[in-house]
């Protein structure tokens, strides 16, 4: 499996890539939306070369970085073949046919639809197979990005009574004490490395800082990179209780979505509703943002962080979806749109997009750059695949969910609701029900401890599923 590398995120700023990741704006008001509208240009531009390697910075100007969200060292691994051009991909007339809803469908109400989920966090070896298998097949034309898990390094910060330590500083040094990128724990205390796509190497040292605690630094051996596993920092400290959520939708608003767009707000509405009421103490934040596609009548359109979700889930129900005249859509525009937001600094951050289509192929690169952003401030990518989704769309959104320490979720048939959904490429997973999922996942992000459904809200099981990991047989993997 091939890879090519290029320089990380702050040199993606400076090339014109992801301008603007940090804002100064004063944030709109509650329910004011901010539009992007669609553009009249339908070239196929060629990507700008890579820039070159970012200046060394002093270790004074590091707090800038950080607050920027600018990210320097590391590099990009992706396919390396490129005889699939643009030129190949078959482009549908406007407008684009919106499916008209199925007369049997019932209307829509909390609790109807049903998911599946997939954690590669915990399948690495599996999710090695799944890249080898793609890459080689019918994703081989695509220049695709990827983080192999191999060799993969936990980094766990703990408290002075062994508990996860979360959101904590983590920095990384060259040999000569040059600050490369950085990363945040999530509420499990634990951030990850990955050897050969960030580019480590022998005599690197990583800092964890924790408010309140003396900084501490371990060095990474020869050996570490070649046999990963974990390295632990024990901090003086009690860990404090994760307080905040700010919770981001990102919803393909497309045509293609026409068939589950208006359940998913019911349900996306109904979620916030028991996320509140089962978390009375923890301060929630909403926001969304819908997309479409350049041509369109808006490519984006946002409504900023709120905590009233009485106006929140009032603007969200408004929404409808329509345009998008071919396949992939303006899905790299949304990712960055969200690293704009207000995000707070000592919040659980989730990015839940939900979309059936990738972006367009030369559009990919940039999508993976907001997701770079993502990790580097602690923003936990949680997709939602809906009907329809492609193999590109699983890919890219299963490589963003692991990345960023997300989970990749996707609809199913079970509902018997909107288009038939095709079938996830993983070894084992559960069918609930969406809503119950969603909710599971968020209260595991926020507390760090895995939250399992309960049995008898499991409507159907594939594989040989255990908490979350696939039992395998060594004829799977390799």
């Not at 995120?9 to 509650?30: D, K, Q, R």
């Not at 019918?138 to 959101?167: E, F, H, N, T």
């Not at 068939?259 to 009421?277: N, P």
């Not at 790299?332 to 600094?345: H, V």
Request: proline letters at 7%; a negative charge.
């Amino acid at each position: 499996m091939g890879a090519r590398t290029k320089p990380w995120i702050a040199a993606l700023a400076a090339a014109g890539i992801i301008a603007g990741c940090a804002t100064t704006e004063t944030p709109a008001e509650v329910g004011d939306e901010v539009i992007v509208t669609g553009s009249s240009e339908t070239t196929d531009s060629v990507p700008p070369p890579p820039p070159p390697p970012s200046p060394v910075m002093s270790e004074g100007d590091m707090d800038e970085v950080i607050a920027s969200g600018s990210v320097l060292g590391g590099t990009i691994a992706t396919s390396a073949r490129k005889d699939r051009s643009m030129s190949d991909v078959v482009i549908a007339p406007r407008p684009y046919p919106i499916p008209e809803p199925r007369p049997d469908q019932p209307e829509p109400q909390a609790g109807m639809l049903t998911a599946g989920d997939y954690d590669d966090v915990l399948n690495p070896a599996l999710y090695k197979t799944y890249l080898d298998k793609s890459l080689q097949g019918d994703l081989s034309g695509k220049d695709l990005p990827y983080v192999d898990a191999d060799q993969r390094i936990a980094i766990k910060v703990v408290d002075r009574l062994g508990k996860p330590m979360p959101l904590a500083k983590i920095s990384l040094q060259s040999a000569d004490g040059s600050p490369m990128f950085p990363l945040r724990t999530g509420a499990d205390g634990t951030a990850y490395l990955y050897p050969n796509y960030d580019a480590l190497s022998d005599g690197m040292t990583v800092s964890v800082t924790v408010d309140g605690a003396q900084t501490l630094r371990q060095t990474l051996s020869a050996q570490r990179l070649k046999d990963g596993g974990e390295l632990t920092f024990d901090m003086s400290k009690d860990a404090a209780q994760i307080q905040q959520l700010d919770l981001l939708l990102t919803l393909d608003a497309t045509g293609s979505m026409s068939d589950e767009m208006r359940y998913l707000q019911v349900e996306l509405v109904t979620i916030l509703d028991r996320l509140k009421s089962g978390n009375p103490n923890l301060d929630i934040r909403a926001g969304f943002i819908v997309y479409r596609d350049n041509g369109d009548d808006y490519v984006v359109k946002q409504v900023p962080f709120t905590d009233d979700l009485t106006a929140f889930k009032a603007r969200l129900s408004e929404q409808s979806s329509q345009g998008g005249g071919d396949f992939p859509e303006a899905m790299q525009d949304a990712m960055k749109a969200g690293l704009d937001f207000e995000w707070r600094k000592d919040a659980i951050k989730v990015n839940m997009l939900v979309a059936d289509a990738p972006p367009h192929d030369k559009d990919i690169s940039a999508t993976w750059d907001s997701a770079l952003i993502s990790r580097s401030r602690g923003i936990h990518i949680l997709p939602l695949a809906a009907s329809g989704v492609d193999d590109t769309a699983e890919f890219l959104m299963r490589s963003m969910a692991q990345l960023t320490g997300g989970r990749y979720m996707f609809l199913t048939d079970d509902s018997g609701i909107g288009n038939p959904h095709a079938e996830p490429t993983v070894d084992c997973y559960v069918v609930t029900r969406l809503d119950g999922l969603v909710l599971r996942v968020l209260k595991s992000l926020v507390t760090g401890v895995r939250v399992e459904p309960e049995g008898d809200n499991v409507i159907r099981t594939v594989g040989n599923y255990r908490a979350g990991a696939c039992k395998i047989d060594d004829a799977q993997v390799g």
